[in-house]
């Protein structure tokens, strides 16, 4: 009996293991964006489980032609690249109309997960659409390429607005010291609940 209970359990530690272990990434709470999710583990198109916002103060409210800085974290450290991306109606409409692609994932630091100031900490500047909005939406995506045939992504939202005379919602004061195009900060922030489908703890390679 003692003898299938090991093999029993080396068995179940074979299907853990096993099991895909993707990052999470999700738009930086308290940056110039307030993200529909404290969620980094999104994994459903476009915006994980949420909906554009109708409380208004959770709208940045942005002018046409605008530069902005989008900033975003990794939470669990992958490789991948990631994508910036625009919605019309804060619902579709984000693949036709991508701001900037390919950034590159470009630290590999060691992150726990349970404590936010490891998280990599990314930015990137972007131009703001022509297009005025009432309800239109900012979109990070992390595009994980540890399996090329089956590539996973892990998605993240904020709503805006574009208008030619921007209301309160006026974007919040950036997080401390991020550099342009993901080098490492130390904002504050807040850890997101923790993923539902992380199997295993995997560390990475020293």
Request: aromatic share 6%.
């Amino acid at each position: 009996m003692l003898y299938s209970r090991i093999v029993g359990l080396a068995g179940l530690t074979a299907v853990l293991f096993a099991q895909p272990v993707s990052g999470h990434t999700r738009i930086k709470p308290g940056s110039t964006l307030t993200p529909r999710s404290a969620s980094s583990g999104e994994k459903t198109g476009p915006c994980g489980a949420t909906t554009p916002t109708i409380d208004v103060s959770k709208r940045t409210s942005l002018t046409p032609g605008q530069k902005f800085t989008v900033f975003w974290e990794e939470t669990i450290q992958h490789p991948g690249y990631f994508r910036i991306a625009f919605s019309p109606d804060g619902q579709t409409g984000f693949d036709q109309n991508v701001l900037l692609n390919n950034i590159a994932d470009n630290q590999n630091g060691l992150v726990n997960y349970i404590d936010p100031a490891t998280y990599h900490q990314f930015s990137a500047t972007i131009t703001i659409p022509s297009k005025l909005c009432e309800t239109c939406s900012l979109q990070v995506i992390q595009v994980m390429t540890e399996n090329p045939a089956m590539p996973s992504n892990y998605y993240s939202c904020a709503d805006i607005r574009i208008s030619n005379t921007p209301g309160s919602g006026a974007p919040k004061v950036p997080p401390a010291s991020p550099s342009p195009g993901g080098g490492g900060g130390t904002g504050a922030t807040e850890t997101p609940a923790a993923p539902t489908n992380l199997k295993v703890v995997v560390k990475p390679a020293t």
